[in-house]
């Protein structure tokens, strides 16, 4: 898997806090979602070509199907939603539990290597 050296760094940064499961509060979490979330973020933002990775994140998920396999950008689409809800969950709600934090880690890790940018070729080849 050859990724961007920022969204390895955030998923390695993740898989570390997640190997320390007992230190994990409300706080560490919500950083580990946040973490995930912008490696789904930058890695939209590349596959859509886009120069800055500031663009709204809304308007590149809803370009991405025409750049990658529609159900990329369906699974890209709704973890970064699911990601983005854990970021902001509000005091009366269950803060997400390590097991969902995994989940997610695995689900942002298949993500982001789907989105990676592919070869391909296009055009004629004159052997003559």
Do not use: K
Not at 32 to 45: D, F, G, M, Q, Y
Not at 83 to 102: K, M, Q
């Amino acid at each position: 898997m050859n990724l961007s050296s920022d969204v390895q760094d955030r998923l390695t940064c993740v898989a570390n806090l997640l190997a320390r499961p007992d230190q994990l509060d409300g706080v560490r979490i919500r950083c580990c979602a946040e973490l995930l979330r912008t490696a789904v973020e930058r890695s939209v933002a590349r596959a859509c070509g886009a120069v800055n990775t500031d663009q709204p994140v809304h308007a590149l998920l809803i370009s991405l199907p025409s750049r990658v396999d529609a159900d990329v950008a369906h699974d890209a689409s709704q973890l970064w939603h699911a990601l983005s809800r854990a970021i902001r969950h509000h005091g009366y709600e269950l803060t997400p539990t390590v097991a969902e934090l995994r989940g997610w880690h695995a689900d942002t890790a298949s993500v982001v290597v789907a989105l990676q940018p592919t070869l391909t070729l296009s055009g004629t080849i004159d052997l003559t």
